[in-house]
């Protein structure tokens, strides 16, 4: 019965695709890469059939230009409200790229200085055995230990970044800051408060006024469940069945730096575009934005300022990150050399893993229209 209804989720997506004209409100396309999009827009529906995503949305950018967008199923299911691509989706650990971007602005601007101690900046925050330079905090180069389950999903409500800093602060440093890479959102929400602190302004402010104002990121907001967001969806988990269920409620403001964020595929591939292309982050911010870093004994960071980078099958480099929260999920793909952006987001607790980001760039680093000919 499953295997049944997830086809015709995948044959009514597919004959919509055939219906529609080239710009409604669900979804845009560039009738020159249309024989590219079909293909990919399979792969989109079957992930979307086989994991009962209640709804999503998925976005690629060529040449500087967005060529696809779509909102698929639903941004709430029991009010029967479909998904659109302005709807706005938590995206997880995702979040951090926008955090990093703001850093790496502020060091630009002369107001963060990277080889100063967090305690330059936030005086009250405790001594550690090593210097603590917030130059590790974007790489989780800092020794900071990694949170812990319930850490990582506060059940408070009105928890603020600062406030945040309670949990880990107080604790040693696992290794000297510079050795190892660990993966902690204290580290981001940690230079989230520095940027804080050093600027006097609010992180949500911060994300206007050097990302979102900017970049005309229309959709992309720190989640606030006490304010009324406009076109913010509902967020769905899965029971121990498989079912889909509404995900418990959360307040992320304490960890807005790091996953915090809501967002969607086609706010995060204009800021895809943005960071290969645009006058205001330039090439200098792009080579340090992805610039990994040396690490003890000679070895390279695999991770730069929320980004994962590697060599796919054909040696073709590409720059990712994906993140999985409570209630939602997203991914971002960059192959700089084809000028290629793929992203998406949805509104369910999904496994960062099997995001098919990655099959569907597939479609679109052959010789353009070359597939399904």
């Not at 979307?48 to 060529?62: D, L, M, Q, Y």
């Not at 915090?260 to 575009?273: Q, R």
């Amino acid at each position: 019965m499953k295997q049944i209804f997830s086809l015709l989720i995948l044959v009514a997506i597919l004959l919509a695709f055939g219906a529609c004209e080239k710009k409604q409100a669900n979804i845009i396309y560039d009738k020159s890469y249309i024989d590219e999009i079909k293909l990919a827009r399979k792969d989109i529906a079957l992930y979307v059939a086989r994991n009962s995503i209640p709804g999503a949305t998925f976005a690629i950018a060529k040449e500087n230009e967005i060529i696809y967008s779509e909102g698929m199923g639903y941004a709430s299911k029991e009010l029967d409200v479909p998904m659109t691509r302005e709807n706005k989706l938590r995206i997880g650990d995702v979040s951090q790229l926008f955090t990093c971007a703001i850093y790496l602005k502020l060091v630009e601007e002369g107001v963060l200085h990277p080889d100063s101690t967090v305690q330059h900046y936030i005086p009250n925050y405790p001594a550690t055995e090593y210097k603590l330079a917030i130059k590790r905090l974007p790489y989780h180069t800092s020794g900071i230990r990694k949170e812990n389950l319930r850490e990582g999903d506060l059940p408070g409500l009105n928890i603020s970044i600062q406030k945040g800093l309670e949990s880990f602060k107080n604790h040693e440093l696992n290794s000297p800051p510079g050795w190892y890479e660990e993966v902690s959102m204290f580290n981001t929400n940690l230079l989230g408060a520095v940027m804080e602190r050093a600027t006097k302004k609010k992180f949500p402010v911060l994300l206007k006024e050097y990302i979102t104002d900017t970049l005309h990121l229309t959709n992309t907001v720190v989640d606030d469940p006490s304010a009324t967001i406009k076109g913010r969806t509902n967020f769905y988990d899965q029971n121990m069945m498989g079912q889909c269920i509404n995900a418990p409620f959360r307040d992320m403001r304490y960890k807005a730096p790091y996953e915090g964020i809501l967002s969607n595929a086609e706010d995060l591939v204009k800021f895809g575009m943005a960071i290969l292309e645009s006058d205001y982050f330039g090439d200098e911010f792009e080579e340090k934005y992805f610039e990994p870093i040396d690490l003890y004994e000679g070895h390279k960071s695999n991770l730069a300022n929320g980004w994962m980078f590697r060599l796919d099958k054909q040696g073709r480099l590409m720059y990712g990150s994906s993140g999985s929260v409570n209630g939602g999920g997203a991914a971002i793909l960059i192959y700089p050399e084809y000028k290629l952006v793929i992203a998406c987001a949805m509104n369910l607790t999904v496994g960062i893993d099997n995001l098919p980001v990655v099959d569907i760039a597939s479609h679109f680093l052959q010789d353009h229209g070359s597939e399904g000919k």
